[in-house]
T-cell receptor, first 110, second 115 residues
Framework: LAKTTQPISMDSYEGQEVNITCSHNNIATNDYITWYQQFPSQGPRFIIQGYKTKVTNEVASLFIPADRKSSTLSLPRVSLSDTAVYYCLVSGAGSYQLTFGKGTKLSVIP | GAVVSQHPSRVICKSGTSVKIECRSLDFQATTMFWYRQFPKQSLMLMATSNEGSKATYEQGVEKDKFLINHASLTLSTLTVTSAHPEDSSFYIC???????????FGEGSWLTVV
């Protein structure tokens, strides 16, 4: 069971790049890393998923080092609407239990 | 991304009654569905994992007779809170994946208030 650790909170000004790192020291070989965004009273929304190296989509980039014991979600030029809680989730075919960490509360300041 | 829908989004029920929450995968077949509970300002707590056609696997401390989970088809799972009490009031969220190990998509969540 891969436990994840993230910073509890982060503040950023509008227009800046934000990097949120997640530690998952006991990630299994078959596990993927997925990041979600959650607004109050809503279900988590899929942002990006990766296995190794770098993945980029229209909203974010995900950096995963070779040892895969951590991952970094990069949000370019954040806006006020990016204020939310961000969770990383490690899961795979062999991970029958999905445990969420505490998430990172990102506050974007005007 | 794939769409997972929950219904109702909000429900109020009287103490002692039962209430059912539905979770549907709208554009894919979900062999695996998950149910979570989330209290205000806390993280999601996994309650159970269900595979289509099989009995759900409950997390430690979750009462299987109180939180009945049915996953009778590849697009629908239901959570029934039986004999609800005020302490069952919470935000319930489901998620689904096409296969174990695939990307997991979440529903919008359902607020349950027991009065």
């Amino acid at each position: 069971l891969a436990k994840t650790t993230q910073p509890i909170s982060m503040d950023s000004y509008e227009g800046q790049e934000v990097n949120i790192t997640c530690s998952h020291n006991n990630i299994a070989t078959n596990d993927y890393i997925t990041w979600y965004q959650q607004f109050p009273s809503q279900g988590p929304r899929f942002i990006i998923q990766g296995y190794k190296t770098k993945v980029t989509n229209e909203v974010a980039s995900l950096f995963i080092p070779a040892d895969r014991k951590s991952s970094t979600l990069s949000l370019p030029r954040v806006s006020l609407s990016d204020t939310a809680v961000y969770y990383c989730l490690v899961s795979g075919a062999g991970s029958y239990q999905l445990t969420f960490g505490k998430g990172t509360k990102l506050s974007v300041i005007p | 991304g794939a769409v997972v829908s929950q219904h109702p989004s909000r429900v109020i029920c009287k103490s002692g009654t039962s209430v059912k929450i539905e979770c549907r995968s709208l554009d894919f077949q979900a062999t695996t569905m998950f149910w979570y509970r989330q209290f205000p300002k806390q993280s999601l707590m996994l309650m159970a994992t269900s595979n289509e056609g099989s009995k759900a696997t409950y997390e430690q401390g979750v009462e299987k007779d109180k939180f009945l989970i049915n996953h009778a088809s590849l697009t629908l799972s239901t959570l029934t809170v039986t004999s609800a009490h005020p302490e069952d009031s919470s935000f319930y969220i489901c998620s689904a994946s096409a296969r174990q190990g695939d990307t997991i998509y979440f529903g919008e969540g359902s607020w349950l208030t027991v009065v």
